[in-house]
């Protein structure tokens, strides 16, 4: 993903955002307290939004996806739940990738969300729509970049 590519996905949070279980709420009904028309469902929402500062929180839970996985009592039921967590592992996947173009990756590998923060860095302010970090996965013309160890 270029920068550019990054920059035109990326979201301003200094705008009116509500936290969200993982991520963000874009949707100012909801931001200025209102219902949920989706019943929560965040992570199917074109509304939820990832920064940098969530990223840790999708590793741990690529990581719990892994495990339950491992422990399924048959292939099937580890297919299945690999097959269940495949679009949010693209999201986190995408997400490093804006980040990475932006400058914000090592910052947010960085972070240590048990000490106090800047929530007005960028890192925090940054954020990407999930879907569109999962569909930029998907993407048969961009060139692949190699992986930084």
Known sequence: MTREQAEALAIDLTRKTTPTDGGFC???PVVNGGACPWN???HHC???VLSGADLAYWHRKREQWRLLAERA????TADYLHQMFEPTARAIDGLEKAL???GLLEE???LDLRRPQDFFGRVWSTAFRAAELA???DDP???EEPEET
């Open 40 to 42: 929560l469902d965040c």
């Open 135 to 137: 569909q930029s996965q």
């Open 100 to 102: 990475a173009a932006v």
């Open 26 to 28: 874009t949707f100012q």
């Open 46 to 48: 074109d509304k939820f």
């Open 73 to 76: 009592p048959d292939s099937t």
């Open 141 to 143: 013309d961009e060139p």
């Open 108 to 110: 947010a590998r960085a």
